[in-house]
């Protein structure tokens, strides 16, 4: 029986995947899409116009990115709900991972819309499906923090899921991340970096978090461009030596009396510990 509170000329949202570097990467679906809408919802509208440009395709644009979405959303709900049919599309790859797009599909979920997906590159997987890390199960995780502290709790967090994980992350801050993950997860955790990916420049690296960080000091142009992350998640060969209660009384009673990587020195030198697998226990199992 069909939903009498969607009106008979409602339009379509298209969700469409385009190009993250290689634009013969877009699919024959997605430019055909492109020439029956009757608008791009688009989170740059010059960026994406270049894409349209190379394909001859003319459309009418409507901004809608991380700053404007939950307050234009219903704009174009409004729009679909007269009929005419949209395409949402990002800056590159898939929309509404780490780009903007939820709010309106939410909406337009709500609203009744149908809503058609347009399959097509995704860098996230593309990076780990060329990574040799295990792609079975994963976790996204998209960007980590831009502070220090927040994002060195978050990896904390992180520390023992044995699944795959992703990330995204810029070239400005490239550095200060795999610097926090080492000190984190360990230098020895494997981890590969897929950088401009499908562009001119592509390098697909990987290596323990010692061995990348020397890798990347060697030469400044190996952190530029679009970068990809995907790090081996915890292994049983991996994971923490066993902390006797002894220790690990010491260690939480010095903790809550002096800064973590000082208590985690003491501890290692007194049970001949390793200081950094103490130090990676209390990131993970004590609060600040």
Aim: glycine fraction near 6%; hydrophobic fraction near 40%.
């Amino acid at each position: 029986m069909k939903n009498s509170s969607i009106p008979e000329q409602s339009g379509v949202l298209y969700i469409v995947a385009t190009p993250i570097g290689n634009l013969e990467d877009i699919t024959q679906r997605a430019l055909n899409i492109f020439q029956q809408v009757d608008l791009i919802a688009a989170e740059d509208t010059r960026h994406s116009g270049l894409l349209l440009s190379h394909y001859g395709i003319k459309k009418p644009f409507f901004a809608l990115h991380d700053h404007n979405e939950q307050q234009k959303a219903a704009v174009l709900v409004e729009k679909l709900q007269q009929g005419q049919n949209i395409a949402l599309v990002s800056d590159a790859g898939t929309p509404l991972i780490s780009d903007p797009g939820f709010h309106l599909v939410r909406h337009c979920r709500q609203a009744g819309i149908k809503i058609v997906p347009i399959p097509g590159a995704c860098a996230a997987i593309t990076a780990l499906c060329s990574s040799g890390i295990a792609s079975d199960r994963f976790c996204f995780e998209g960007f980590l923090p831009a502070k220090t502290k927040a994002r060195c709790d978050k990896l904390a967090a992180l520390l023992d899921e044995p699944r795959t994980l992703i990330f995204y992350e810029s070239t400005h801050r490239i550095l200060d991340t795999l610097a926090d993950m080492q000190q984190v997860f360990g230098g020895e955790r494997y981890i590969v970096m897929a950088r401009e990916i499908t562009k001119t420049w592509e390098t697909i690296y990987g290596a323990s978090l010692n061995e990348l960080i020397a890798w990347l000091a060697e030469d400044s142009n190996r952190i530029k461009g679009e970068i990809v992350l995907v790090v081996e998640g915890k292994t049983a060969e991996s994971s923490d030596d066993e902390i006797s209660p002894q220790a690990l009384k010491l260690f939480t009673l010095l903790a809550q009396e002096l800064p973590l990587k000082k208590a985690a020195a003491i501890v290692a030198e007194c049970f001949e510990y390793k200081k950094n697998t103490l130090y990676q226990y209390g990131l993970a199992h004590f609060k600040n």
